[in-house]
């Protein structure tokens, strides 16, 4: 059908006779000469015609138009010099066509142009209903072809340097009480029952390594029943790595050289080995968040010790009541006007949606001078404004935002500010890529609603040995690894003794009958030679996104589902024929009233 590809072409062809199929990009009459952008995957070429020297495919270069599929033979020749193109790869050479064949013509009006030279704005619904035009497109083809480059990067890593073999886990499993939603799937041949699609490979990675595999790996694919967000689905991709006998030291190694391997080899970069580090608890106090963006610096100062006595009764009693007090120092702050941090301000607005109930504020001005509310400014000793000036470093121009209550809300509304402060005051550089780890989480968070402990990765990470005593406050051996402050993967060392295990099952509420009735198959593998082993897993998506520089994984996925879990483009989900469901002993109890 071909003997090339259609960017492949360079002037060291010239003269070549070649034949190429793909996707008329663009047609141009001019003056009686035709010219064609022909594209397939590999990019596009210049295809001319015309009634002199290419007589016999003049005629049918006049009816083609826009993604019509050709298949066009002819010479391959230097253009002139007045008509190089340094912007295609192409762009020294074209196709005089001896013959154009036309293999099947588009019979509707197009939804939307495709060209790559098209800039036009496409609505997203739009664009998922006819994905399979969307992906001829140049910015999605480009994001496939860079999700392939990763892939390939990792596989080529793992198994040529690192000696992991692939390993398929089922997808069909059973339901896990931790964790998100389940997607759920009837039992036909049992009735009654139900599988559970996987939320992860975990369970079965790990009985993997009791059977000895050592080091494995697999592109999985994963399901969570959730609310969507942009960098969400309810089916996604993770790159799942598990391994045997090897230290947290030694895991972060290797995982930071598989990172380091996919940057040099997919977009040429040199990253700094090694990564730095933190603690969850060094993050949270200096940024107010377990994924902090480390690209710019506005750090987080706790001033509690400083105004738990004054007079502002905010400030005293946040700290009373168990809360903290923290201040986010904006040098040059003079740039943010006193409307902003007011109600119905952005920034106000930006607090109030983490949870704060407002923004107090404190201009620093000539001579350690302070602007403020009065409310502050007249119940503030000389000696608390002076400290709280030499601990938060601020000079005159400094802007001082306020953050005073419990220390969750306090955190998260000014991480949100320092964010969002942070970019509009130019401080973040878009091309600048940092990567660091994040260790020691705590093992277990308080289920408000639930009213008791849950584990914050998942029951199965290991806790630290010195903290076996009491696990309601023991750190996890969990690792993070944070890119430009978005978690691209997370993994921890993994309990392998069953006493711990169960310690962990009991500590989460779990009693002995449900730990055995949901994981004991796992509890009896632990009983037969389970060696100490760790992993780490990857959200492939994300990933892909954050290197093809779009905001949404939606865009490096090639046939998403919407926020709303749908796919526009099949209509899924249906509904089904009341003979399905009665196969199946299901009977619906949806009103839509």
């Given at each position: 059908?071909?003997?090339?590809?259609?960017?492949?072409?360079r002037?060291t062809?010239?003269e070549q006779?070649v034949?190429l199929c793909?996707?008329?990009?663009r047609?141009?009459?001019?003056g009686?000469?035709?010219f064609?952008?022909?594209r397939?995957r590999?990019?596009v070429?210049?295809?001319?015609s015309?009634?002199e020297?290419?007589?016999d495919s003049?005629s049918?270069?006049?009816?083609?138009r826009?993604?019509?599929v050709?298949?066009?033979?002819g010479?391959?020749s230097a253009?002139?010099?007045?008509?190089?193109?340094?912007?295609?790869?192409?762009g020294?050479?074209?196709?005089?066509?001896?013959?154009?064949?036309?293999?099947?013509?588009?019979?509707?009006q197009?939804?939307?142009?495709v060209?790559s030279s098209?800039?036009?704005t496409?609505?997203?619904?739009?664009?998922?209903?006819?994905r399979?035009l969307?992906?001829r497109?140049?910015?999605?083809?480009?994001?496939l072809?860079l999700?392939?480059?990763?892939?390939?990067a990792?596989r080529?890593f793992?198994?040529?340097?690192?000696?992991?073999?692939?390993v398929?886990?089922?997808?069909?499993?059973?339901?896990?009480?931790?964790g998100?939603?389940?997607?759920?799937?009837?039992?036909r041949?049992?009735?009654?029952?139900?599988?559970?699609?996987?939320?992860?490979?975990q369970?079965?990675?790990?009985?993997?390594m009791?059977?000895?595999c050592?080091?494995?790996?697999?592109?999985a694919?994963?399901?969570?029943?959730?609310?969507?967000?942009?960098?969400?689905?309810?089916?996604f991709?993770q790159?799942?790595?598990?391994?045997?006998?090897?230290s947290?030291?030694?895991?972060?190694?290797l995982?930071e050289?598989?990172?380091?391997h996919?940057?040099?080899?997919v977009?040429?970069?040199?990253?700094?080995r090694?990564?730095p580090?933190l603690?969850?608890?060094?993050?949270?106090?200096?940024?107010?968040?377990?994924?902090?963006?480390?690209?710019?610096?506005?750090?987080?100062?706790?001033?509690?010790?400083?105004l738990?006595?004054c007079?502002f009764?905010?400030f005293?009693s946040?700290?009373?009541?168990?809360?903290m007090?923290?201040v986010?120092?904006?040098?040059?702050?003079?740039?943010?006007?006193n409307?902003?941090?007011?109600?119905?301000?952005d920034?106000f607005?930006?607090?109030?949606?983490a949870?704060a109930k407002?923004?107090a504020?404190?201009r620093?001005?000539?001579?350690?001078?302070?602007?403020?509310?009065g409310?502050i400014?007249?119940?503030?000793?000389?000696?608390?404004?002076a400290a709280l000036?030499?601990?938060?470093?601020?000079e005159?121009?400094?802007l001082?935002l306020?953050?005073?209550?419990?220390?969750?809300?306090?955190?998260?509304s000014?991480?949100?500010?320092?964010?969002?402060?942070?970019?509009q005051?130019g401080?973040i550089?878009?091309?600048?890529?940092?990567l660091?780890?994040?260790?020691d989480?705590?093992?277990?968070?308080?289920?408000?609603?639930?009213?008791?402990?849950?584990?914050?990765?998942?029951?199965f990470?290991?806790?630290?040995?010195e903290?076996?005593?009491d696990?309601t406050t023991?750190?996890?051996q969990?690792y993070?690894?944070i890119?430009?402050g978005i978690?691209?993967?997370?993994?921890?060392?993994?309990i392998?003794?069953?006493?711990?295990?169960?310690?962990v099952f009991?500590t989460?509420?779990l009693?002995?009958?449900?730990?055995?009735?949901k994981?004991?198959?796992?509890?009896?593998?632990?009983?037969?030679?389970t060696?100490?082993?760790?992993g780490?897993?990857y959200?492939?998506?994300?990933?892909?996104?954050?290197l093809a520089?779009?905001?949404?994984?939606?865009?490096?996925?090639a046939?998403p589902?919407?926020?709303?879990?749908r796919?526009l483009?099949?209509?899924a989900?249906?509904?089904?024929?009341?003979?399905?469901l009665?196969?199946l002993?299901?009977?619906?109890?949806?009103?839509?009233?």
């Open positions: 059908m071909r003997t090339h590809y259609c960017a492949t072409l002037a062809d010239l006779t034949t793909g996707w008329v990009d047609r141009r009459d001019h009686g000469v035709i064609i952008d022909l397939d590999s990019g070429v210049q295809i001319v015309d009634p020297r290419t007589p003049y049918d270069a006049e009816k083609l826009n993604e019509y050709v298949r066009i033979t010479r391959v253009r002139p010099t007045d008509s190089l193109n340094p912007k295609l790869p192409t020294e050479i074209e196709i005089y066509a001896d013959c154009i064949e036309l293999l099947n013509a588009v019979h509707q197009l939804p939307f142009q060209a098209d800039s036009e496409v609505r997203e619904d739009l664009r998922l209903k006819y399979y969307d992906l497109r140049d910015r999605m083809a480009r994001n072809q999700r392939h480059a990763v892939v390939k990792m080529r793992l198994e040529d340097q690192e000696q992991f073999i692939e398929e886990t089922p997808i069909l499993t059973r339901s896990t009480p931790e998100a939603r389940d997607y759920l799937v009837p039992s041949v049992n009735p009654g029952e139900w599988y559970a699609l996987p939320q992860s490979p369970l079965f990675k790990q009985l993997l009791v059977a000895g050592d080091r494995y790996y697999q592109i694919r994963c399901f969570r029943d959730e609310d969507l967000r942009a960098d969400r689905q309810p089916e991709t790159l799942d790595m598990e391994m045997s006998f090897m947290q030291e030694e895991i972060l190694a995982n050289a598989l990172i380091c996919i940057f040099k080899t977009k040429g970069v040199d990253l700094p090694p990564f580090r603690t969850y608890a060094e993050a949270m106090d200096r940024y107010g968040c377990d994924r902090p963006d480390t690209r710019f610096g506005l750090e987080l100062v706790e001033v509690s010790d400083i738990k006595d007079g009764k905010v005293s946040a700290v009373k009541s168990g809360g007090i923290k986010l120092p904006i040098p040059g702050g003079d740039q943010i006007s409307m902003r941090i007011k109600p119905g301000g920034l607005t930006e607090a109030t949606i949870g407002g923004i504020y404190i620093v001005r000539e001579g350690g001078e302070i602007d403020t509310i409310a400014k007249d119940n503030l000793t000389p000696e608390q404004k000036l030499a601990k938060t470093g601020a005159p121009g400094t001082l306020f953050g005073a209550g419990d220390t969750a809300t306090v955190n998260k000014l991480d949100r500010l320092r964010q969002v402060v942070g970019a005051l401080m550089d878009p091309d600048q890529v940092n660091l780890w994040v260790t989480f705590p093992m277990f968070e308080y289920n408000a609603d639930e009213k008791r402990l849950e584990a914050l990765h998942h029951p990470t290991a806790p630290h040995p903290d076996l005593a696990l023991a750190r996890a969990a993070d690894v890119y430009n978690e691209i993967g997370g993994g921890s060392l993994r392998y003794q069953r006493e711990v295990q169960e310690k009991s989460i509420g009693s002995d009958e449900e730990a055995r009735e994981f004991g198959f796992l509890l009896n593998a632990f009983d037969y030679g060696p100490p082993h760790g780490i897993a959200g492939l998506d994300r990933l892909v996104m954050l520089g779009e905001d949404s994984i939606r865009d490096v996925i046939f589902k919407t926020q709303q879990a796919s483009l099949t209509d989900p249906a509904g089904v024929a009341d003979s399905q009665k196969e002993y299901i009977a619906s109890t949806y009103d839509p009233e």
